[in-house]
């Protein structure tokens, strides 16, 4: 448990620069002065809210910089609900990705992440039914958990837990659920089963971090009564290193790519209000440590280790900080005969990096490939070299998962290279690389994570490990590092990635959904990556027995690591309409393989592997299109134009930029990717083509866009003005306001049993003002709120027709929603049908 515990409190100790997001981090003097005073200050501060991006880096910067306090930022979710602005990756795809983006926030302001196990389901407009989905027990006993980890003195919620209503579900269920822990943490009957690993604790105080726009203006702000709040200057200018508090905060704000969330940093005064929740307010109103002893004395026997490193600021040498070493090892000594263990721990992390940081002490251990298998052999290139005047000496080399001591004995003289081959044997029983909340199936609402000790563990657990004992001053320090793989890029340089733990193979069902419009067999494409060298086997593909799959095996044989191959079974349908889930399972020496492994590779985040069940969706379904011919103009990204080839249609990409009266005349109907005049610049100067190629008789489909940051106002060839309306319970009733229009009829008829099966939600940002032009189809609402009418317009337009829609199309044609592709083609056919009698158009 204590290795386990010891990675999740992990300090990132404060720096200010900017590295590839996996290099080693390389103090400089300044940084590591930081680094020093810091080591003095122990008290701990917990920012709780519910998503990657709630949090106020500002304030996390500051407590982190300015205070030196031990900062960290509780994000219920890893933010797997919302929409992705850098890739395709959705749902728990997008929840690695954001997890990914936090942690090198944390980096920038100098804070560390937490998560709890929920799960960010999708927008959520009231708490009560964000407790319900998420399982309100499992995730207050997460709070308390890293409450009882963490130790804050200090707790601080993004949200108030007074105006549930007012926003996201998700927030108002962080601060109820916040405020709920406050007192339960310290109490020993509540979870107690936590209490073999954690004592219970008491956080002195709580506060709500209050911004004017929960107040609805600056002046209403103002006015309020803030006899319980404090308030801090937080526009700090760091003169040694440069920046202010805010210019930090924004580079800390804009790892959110993922989001578009990049932001801009200011200068000078600027204050933060935090409002008394709960405890005693601070006589210093400019300080939430008042009265809280923040020194070594708080540890019992600390107070001599405050003194020393009270010392070792004093004589701090901003030219040589390898003279604070001695010093510093001597305090490491001393950390290490604590008979408390939080501090202790905390402490001996960061001294540690300290005192690497101080002797430029580089210590790294590369694996020849990325990728390796259980039960391989690493051939580990090593480097160590100490580049300062102190003594020092590589006793041992430990690696782990093995525990393989290997003595060394090698004196580390100034700047003298050590380079060590290694040898690295992984164990069979090794476990393969992959987030660990994932690893288990979890309910729509919470991951599963088996092992109590896990929770709360922001980032993948990585086990491949070396660990070098280096005799420094005469005293022994181990130092840990993850074992590695890089390589020089041409255009990016030194390109760092940790080992990667993968099976012996993996496979992949190219695509996602596959549909059947008639009872035609379909070539089925089945990718094979080899995960060590020659790998040999049979591949099949499992589907229930109403489809037929030929052949019933296909052998493989990857000669070389890193090797695919694509093959093809031939699969014919059912004859009515059905869905199915099909598996493709590899065998290998009796072995069974049933992963998909999925790479997410961006150039800010950790390269991260993913591996999935390797699974598809096949679906059976009576579909009619009039095979119209399609030019999608991608928007922020989305699978859409795949979903549709599925459907039968022919697509063509088309590029904005391109776009002319005379292209355009290839196509029957022009349909914009989600947020396309959002993201699109080159869609503003296009609208009157488009809206001439729907007057010819043609049809123009729009897909949902945000209010702000339109590129256009011109949206569509009559007024309409989008909403932040949205129904984000999927399973909502949807009424049909004009049931005889065509898109309800032909040439496939909608029934209400087509908006069954939904995932995550409906629709979102509706119009809620648009010209009489346009006729609403549907309706429906979340419970408790008035009908929303904007999901579906149409209107004509000289011959043809303009299509408005919010349904979330991105999210449900991927996931095989056959509804969805029925109401679809519909729209898409809306010029070739014709409104049909009443009597047919009924329910
Ligand atoms: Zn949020």
């Known amino acids: 448990m204590q290795k386990v515990l010891i990675q999740s409190l992990v300090i990132f100790l404060l720096s200010f620069q900017i590295t590839n997001a996996q290099q080693p981090q390389k103090s400089n003097s300044v940084e590591i002065y930081n680094q020093i005073l810091k080591l003095n200050f122990l008290g701990s501060v917990l920012y709780i809210a519910a998503h990657p991006d709630d949090e106020n880096t500002r304030l996390i910067s500051y407590f982190s910089n300015e205070t030196k306090a031990r900062t960290s930022y509780l994000s219920l979710t890893r933010g797997d609900g919302g929409q992705n602005l850098i890739g395709p990756q959705l749902r728990e795809l997008l929840g690695v990705i954001r997890t990914q983006e936090l942690i090198e926030a944390r980096k920038i302001d100098g804070g560390e992440q937490f998560f709890t196990r929920a799960n960010d389901f999708g927008f959520s407009k009231n708490p009560g039914e964000t407790l319900e989905i998420w399982d309100k027990e499992k995730v207050l006993a997460d709070i308390i958990w890293t409450i009882r980890k963490f130790q804050p003195d200090v707790i601080i919620n993004r949200f108030d837990h007074r105006t549930a209503g007012n926003t996201h579900g998700h927030h108002s269920a962080s601060a109820i659920l916040s405020v709920e822990s406050f007192d339960k943490a310290n109490n020993p009957a509540i979870f107690p089963e936590q209490l073999k690993w954690v004592k219970p604790w008491q956080t002195k105080r709580q506060f709500f971090n209050p911004s004017w726009w929960f107040y609805g203006s600056q002046a209403k702000f103002d006015a309020a009564d803030k006899s319980n709040f404090i308030s801090m200057q937080t526009g700090v200018y760091y003169a040694s290193t440069g920046k202010s508090n805010q210019e930090i905060a924004a580079l800390s704000r804009s790892c959110h790519q993922s989001q578009g969330f990049g932001s801009t940093g200011s200068r000078g005064e600027e204050t933060e209000y935090l409002e008394l929740i709960n405890g005693e307010l601070p006589k210093d109103k400019a300080n939430v440590f008042h009265g809280i002893d923040t020194t070594w004395n708080r540890v019992k026997g600390g107070k001599p280790i405050g003194e020393l490193i009270s010392k070792i600021v004093a004589e701090f040498d901003f030219v040589n900080p390898s003279a604070s070493i001695p010093d510093l090892a001597k305090a490491y000594s001393m950390i290490q005969s604590l008979d408390e263990n939080h501090w202790k721990q905390i402490k001996s992390e960061e001294i540690k990096k300290t005192i690497a940081a101080c002797a430029g002490l580089y210590l790294e251990a590369v694996a020849q490939n990325q990728e390796a298998t259980p039960e391989s052999l690493l051939k580990l290139k090593i480097e160590a070299i100490n580049r300062s005047p102190i003594e020092m000496k590589l006793i041992n080399v430990t690696t782990l998962p093995e525990q393989k001591n290997t003595p060394q004995n090698i004196v580390l003289k100034n700047n003298l290279l050590h380079k060590i081959n290694f040898d690295l044997e992984l164990p069979s029983t090794m476990e393969y690389t992959q987030a660990y909340w994932l690893k288990n199936k979890g309910t729509e609402g919470i991951y599963t994570v088996a092992d109590q000790k896990n929770i709360g563990i922001p980032d993948i657990i990585r086990e491949v490990k070396v660990v070098f004992n280096v005799l420094i001053n005469g005293v022994e320090i181990p130092f840990e590092r993850n074992v590695i793989y890089k390589y020089n890029d041409d255009v990016k340089g030194e390109v760092y990635n940790y080992l990667d733990v993968v099976p012996e193979v993996t496979t992949s069902i190219l695509d996602k959904v596959s549909l059947f419009t008639t009872a035609k067999k379909k070539y089925i494409a089945v990718k094979i990556k080899a995960g060590k060298d020659g790998v040999k086997g049979d591949l099949q593909l499992e589907l229930p027995k109403s489809w037929i799959v030929l052949p019933k095996s296909i052998p493989f044989n990857l000669d070389i690591k890193g090797l695919e191959q694509t093959v093809y079974f031939e699969v014919t349908p059912p004859n009515s309409p059905e869905e199915a889930v099909a598996k493709s399972i590899a065998f290998v020496d009796g072995k069974r ?251």
């Open 593 to 843: 393989f049933d992963k998909e492994q999925i790479i997410i590779d961006f150039d800010h985040i950790t390269k991260q592997q993913v591996l999935k069940s390797s699974e598809s969706k096949f679906i059976r379904l009576d579909l009619q299109t009039n095979n119209e011919r399609i030019a999608y103009i991608m928007g922020a990204g989305d699978d859409v134009p795949n979903s549709l080839m599925q459907m039968g249609y022919k697509v063509t990409l088309l590029n904005p930029e391109e776009i002319t009266p005379e292209k355009l005349d290839n196509f029957d109907v022009v349909m914009t990717g989600v947020r396309a005049y959002n993201t699109v610049q080159a869609l503003a100067n296009k609208q009157n083509i488009l809206f001439d190629f729907v007057k010819g008789g043609k049809t123009m489909l729009v897909q949902y866009n945000t209010p702000n940051d339109l590129v256009t106002e011109n949206l569509a060839p009559f007024p309409l003005k989008i909403s932040r309306d949205r129904v984000t319970e999927e399973n909502a009733e949807v009424r049909f306001l004009a049931p005889n229009n065509a898109v309800l009829n032909a040439p496939n008829p909608i029934t209400a049993k087509d908006f069954q099966g939904w995932k995550q939600e409906q629709g979102l940002y509706y119009p809620n003002e648009y010209d009489k032009a346009f006729t609403p189809i549907l309706s429906s609402n979340d419970k408790g709120e008035t009908p929303k009418n904007g999901a579906l317009l149409i209107a004509p337009y000289g011959k043809g027709h303009y299509i408005y829609t919010g349904l979330s199309f991105f999210r449900e044609l991927p996931e095989g929603v056959s509804g969805a592709y029925k109401l679809l083609a519909n729209m898409l056919s809306v010029k070739s049908t014709v409104t049909i009698p009443a009597e047919k158009g009924k329910l």
